[in-house]
Every structure is written in structure tokens, then in C-alpha cells.
């Protein structure tokens, strides 16, 4: 085994060079996390869910006299400079255990600390002196007493929650290096079971049955058509657009109405904090113009209308032919509106700490184009095109980090917009036998508007 | 039948004959494999793995899929007892080979050499599924 090295790296991996040694690496990481996990959750279930449950199942009943009450104070160091002081109602109860007076201050859980004295102090109020009241003692210790049982939810919550997620990161790192030790990849990407439970994030896309690596297209034909069978779901990336900008527009200007009315409340209080003032500029104008951009995608997401796309069968074959009805709803005249056909490379990688996709066109038909379009408010354009597919087309794949992708492009130029696309994915499946060459390609349109041009 | 061999610094030679001539494959033919070894004097294998798998290359990370996969422990069946193994399966529907532009699919037959201690050593021979033709990018026009 060779001596690790820490700088080599490619493509964002760190790599020590020797795969035992980053298996040790590996384990060592994971295992120091499952130690640490085990270590947190055992200090805070001994010193804190185990004393609650022994004193919510363990702690004998019995009534008790208040003699004297009080308010016990507790100063925790807050480094660098200031200390926390917690204040807790204490109350002198005098009862009997196992046939034994005894004479004890009541025990209390952490939730009844209170950093509040006034708080404190108003708990303390509740309990009146020589009053009976009915109290616990712990059997093992009879001097122990409570005054109060119950659970405090958030400790129980926390005790479980961030040990939990040390020991599932820990533990699951641990057992995958376990299982990879001394095995070849081929051997580990043929060990099925729980090897998605451990890396579930490193796992493609479900496959269609019988077909390995060609993805599913469930959620692309569960949507019947008007005229044709399917209606193909949208992959607009202008939505995906508008939505980033609506957030941004949301988040930023967030900051700047906090921001405002702290300089508001300075105004008011006689104050002016010219560094917020001079902070609040430059965020306004970002906030204003985050604003802008949204309302104008907006705008021009909803003038342009929906756009359409309807196929008589799915998932499409190499070879195969295939009706499309494209539609296009909304106002205004288009100056071309084209349908084509793209296959789409995708490709995942790390570079440095992100992660990059990379997505290429590799290939691309061009279905359909009409010219100067004028879509009505009462009645969408539709037109009708036939698709070919290739005889020799590579099928839809997916992988973790790779994809090859087919879809339909609906590319248009309104008028007054500026130009816009959108996508339809679809799923080409590999066929087992050769299919007749396709011949020429068909296109029919339906004019519902004034007579339109359409070439190909 | 096409040969393929591997050479490394290190002694082992992996001689792996295909059953179909150029190594093409098509989905659902089974495709069957043997092999020879040579050059393992003095090193006694413990093990040998027979795979058939496809990987991705390209801009990517490797993603990689395992077909069919057999490990050999049996001593009579591996150097020096025997030098010889043959292996067959019926080939899957997908995924094909593709030579894109930034994604491809390679399907390979791997044998795979563990040698007692912790040394392995692997041999790796391509082979076709179906008959896609290589990518190429769109002309500016499309």
C-alpha cells in the first residue's frame, strides 16, 4: 500500500491515489461520525431523556406539605464575556416514603429554567405554603422528590434527532465502506440490496422494465389528449425562470423592508444610522429591479399563451411515425412558430465543488414551421405534423450523472415578444428488430385562423 | 471470432476470443466468451471475476452498469490448474452503445484476477450492442 497523497485531484476529487488508502480515509470519516453520534446521544439520553422517564415510570406517588419556597439561581459562563443566569422555582416539601418522613427541596426538570426572574417568580406564586400537594420520589433515592411530571418534548426531540443524524450518516458510511472492502466495482455494481438505501442519491432514474438505462415514461402519457392520444407535459425553461426570478424578487426584498423598518424606527426614535441608510440604496434598487424583471417574464409568459402538444402514441420507436398536433393558444400574431425534433446529450460532473450539467443538442429535424400566425382569443392555432423518427436512433437513456435525451421543440417568434421556447420531453425505446425505412413526412394543417404558410 | 489482448508491466495476458466476428452484438443474443491466461508463474490467483457491463464515458461522471456477473473461487477451475474459461449470456434490450459528443455508452467484457494478497488485475475488451451510428453535432442550419 502506497503512502497517501492529499493533492491529487481531478475533476473536484481529492484523491489520495491508493484506493485502500481512500477506503481507509473513507471509513475513518464515517466512523468518527458513528462514534461521535453514539457519544452526543448517550450524553444526552443519561443526562437527560433517562432521569424524565424515571421520573414519569419510576417515581413512587404520595402527598407532601409545602414548607418553604424559593428561587434558585444558576449563572453559566457565556464566553467571551457575559454569563447566563437561569432562575428555577424550589419548593421545601415534607413527605413520606416508605413509611420515612423526610424533609427535601424539590427536584425540578431543566424545562422549569427560566432566564426570566419575573417568570420564575410568578411560577413560584402558584404554590401556596403549607398546602398538601401530591409529589414523586424517586425509590432508590427517597430524598429525591418532584412536584411535577411530564416530558419536555423539545429535549426529547433534539436528544434523538441530532445523535440520529450522526449515527445514520456515520453508520451508513461505515457499512458501505464494509461492503466495498476488498471488492471490484464490477462487484459492488452487481451487489443489489441495500446498496440504494445506503447511497440513494447516487441512483439513476427508474428504468423501464426490460429495459435497462431507458427511463420511464409513466408521467408523460397519464394525460389524455383532445384530438390525439396523448397531451405531452411542458418543460418550460421560462418557467423555471420566472419562478427564480419571483423568488429572488421575494427574498431580496424581504431583507429590504427589514432593513427599512429598522431605519424607519430609528427615524422615528430621533436616530439616523446613515451606514443603514447607505446599506438601504443600493438594496432598494436591487429589490426594484428584481421586481421589474419578474413582472416583466410575467408579463411575457402570460401574452405569449400556452402552447400545446398532442401525439398519437407514446414512447416513440426508432423508425416510427407519429401524428402531433401542436397548438398554440393566446393573442397576437407570430412571425414563425417551428416544431422540431431534438436529441439532447446530458452530461453531470464535478468541477472543483459544484456540481455542473452540461447538456449539448446532437441532433435536430426540423418538423413543422408556419409563418405569420395570428392566434385569437376565442380559438387557438393548431396545426398537424408528422414526426419521423430515425431508424437508427439511439433510445432515451439515463444513467446517475448521464442522459440521452428526446423531446419535441417548440420554437416561437411573436411580434412584439421577444422570442421564446418551449420543451416537450419524450421517450424513444431501443427496438429489437428493424423497422420499413420511413418515407416522406406528411403535414396537414388546420386552419381555424386565416390561411397560414407552412413549410417543412 | 476476433482476439483481443491486454498487456501490462506485470506478467498476467488475458486472451479473450468473442463468439461474433468484430465483437458486434445485437439486444438479446447471447453472447459468449472465452478466454486463456497466461504469464501467472509463480503468483497464485485466488479468485477470478467474470463481468459483462456497460459504462458511460464522456464529460460526465462514470456511471456503470453491471449485466452479468460471476466470481470463480473454485481452485480447479483457475491457474495453474486450468488456464482456460469461457462464460456466456443472453445480452440485454439497452442500454446500446452510443458514441455521442459528450455521453457514450461502451459495453465490455471484463475478467478480472485476484492474486493472493491484495493485488488484482483486470482485463477489459469492448464489444458493440446494436448499431448506432456516432453523434454529430447539428449543422447551424437545422
Known amino acids: 500500500m502506497r503512502l497517501p497523497r492529499f493533492y491529487a485531484k481531478k475533476r473536484g476529487h481529492r484523491r489520495t491515489v491508493s484506493r485502500e488508502w481512500g477506503v481507509v480515509g473513507d471509513g475513518l470519516f464515517h466512523g468518527a461520525l458513528l462514534v461521535a453520534g453514539m457519544c452526543f446521544g448517550g450524553l444526552l439520553v443519561s443526562g437527560v431523556a433517562a432521569p424524565e422517564w424515571r421520573i414519569n415510570h419510576e417515581f413512587r406517588e404520595t402527598t407532601g406539605t409545602i414548607l418553604a419556597k424559593g428561587l434558585a439561581k444558576t449563572t453559566v459562563a457565556d464566553p467571551p464575556a457575559t454569563v447566563i443566569t437561569n432562575w428555577r422555582p424550589c419548593l421545601l416539601v415534607r413527605y413520606s416514603a416508605n413509611g420515612v418522613m423526610h424533609e427535601s427541596w424539590s427536584h425540578s426538570t431543566t424545562a422549569t429554567n427560566t432566564s426570566d426572574r419575573e417568570v420564575a417568580l410568578r411560577r413560584l406564586s402558584d404554590w401556596a405554603l403549607g398546602t398538601e400537594v401530591v409529589c414523586w420520589y424517586d425509590p432508590a433515592s427517597p430524598t429525591m422528590v418532584v412536584l411535577q411530571r411530564g416530558y419536555n418534548w423539545w429535549l426529547w426531540l433534539l436528544s434523538f434527532l441530532l445523535p440520529g443524524a450522526l449515527v445514520l450518516i456515520g453508520g451508513t458510511g461505515l457499512v458501505r465502506v464494509i461492503r466495498a472492502w476488498g471488492k471490484s466495482e464490477e462487484h459492488r455494481a452487481a451487489s443489489a440490496g441495500i446498496s440504494e438505501l445506503l447511497d440513494p442519491l447516487a441512483q439513476p432514474a427508474l428504468a423501464a422494465p426490460g429495459y435497462p438505462a431507458v427511463p420511464i415514461c409513466d408521467d408523460l402519457v397519464n394525460s389524455p389528449g383532445t384530438v390525439l392520444r396523448y397531451r405531452l407535459p411542458i418543460e418550460s425553461p421560462e418557467s423555471w425562470t420566472l419562478v427564480g426570478f419571483g423568488l429572488f424578487a421575494l427574498l431580496w426584498n424581504a431583507v429590504v423592508v427589514v432593513l427599512a423598518v429598522g431605519a424607519g424606527l430609528d427615524l422615528l426614535g430621533g436616530r439616523i444610522d446613515w451606514w443603514l441608510f447607505a446599506l438601504l440604496v443600493p438594496f432598494l434598487g436591487v429589490g426594484i429591479g428584481g421586481i421589474t424583471l419578474f413582472i416583466r417574464s410575467l408579463v411575457f409568459a402570460t401574452a405569449v399563451g400556452p402552447t400545446q402538444l398532442e401525439i398519437s402514441d407514446h414512447p416513440l420507436l426508432p423508425g416510427g411515425r407519429y401524428d402531433v398536433l401542436l397548438a398554440q393558444g393566446g393573442t397576437g400574431t407570430f412571425q414563425t412558430l417551428t416544431l422540431s425534433l431534438e436529441l439532447e446529450e446530458q452530461a453531470t460532473f464535478r468541477q472543483g465543488t459544484d456540481t455542473r450539467t452540461e447538456q449539448l443538442v446532437v441532433w435536430r429535424q426540423q418538423v413543422a414551421c408556419v409563418h405569420d400566425v395570428s392566434a385569437a382569443t376565442d380559438s387557438r392555432f393548431e396545426a398537424r405534423a408528422v414526426v419521423d423518427v430515425p431508424n437508427i436512433a439511439m433510445h432515451s437513456f439515463t444513467s446517475a450523472h448521464n442522459a440521452v435525451r428526446w423531446r419535441l421543440v417548440v420554437r416561437g417568434t411573436p411580434e412584439r415578444w421577444p422570442e421564446f421556447c418551449r420543451t416537450f420531453p419524450v421517450v424513444v425505446f431501443p427496438v429489437g428488430v428493424d423497422l420499413p425505412e420511413s418515407t416522406s413526412r406528411s403535414l396537414v394543417v388546420h386552419r381555424r385562423t386565416p390561411s397560414q404558410e407552412v413549410t417543412q | ?142
Not at chain 2, 479468485?47 to 481452485?75: C, N, P
Open chain 2, 1 to 142: 471470432m476476433t482476439t483481443a489482448t491486454d498487456r501490462v508491466p506485470s506478467k498476467p495476458k488475458i486472451e479473450v476470443q468473442f463468439d461474433r466476428p468484430h465483437r458486434q452484438h445485437e439486444p438479446r443474443d447471447t453472447l459468449a466468451v472465452r478466454y486463456r491466461i497466461e504469464g501467472c508463474d509463480g503468483e497464485r490467483i485466488c479468485a477470478i471475476e467474470h463481468s459483462v457491463l456497460w459504462y458511460t464515458e464522456g464529460k460526465g461522471e462514470e456511471d456503470l452498469g453491471v449485466h452479468f456477473f460471476q466470481r470463480v473461487t473454485d481452485r480447479a477451475m483457475m491457474p495453474p490448474a486450468t488456464t482456460a474459461g469461457a462464460f456466456s449470456t443472453p445480452l440485454p434490450q439497452s442500454p446500446l452503445s452510443y458514441e455521442g459528443v459528450i455521453v457514450k455508452v461502451r459495453w465490455c467484457v471484463r475478467v478480472r484476477l485476484f492474486f493472493d494478497g491484495s493485488r488484482d488485475f483486470v482485463s477489459e475488451h469492448v464489444f458493440n450492442l446494436g448499431h448506432i451510428p456516432p453523434a454529430r453535432m447539428p449543422s447551424a442550419r437545422a
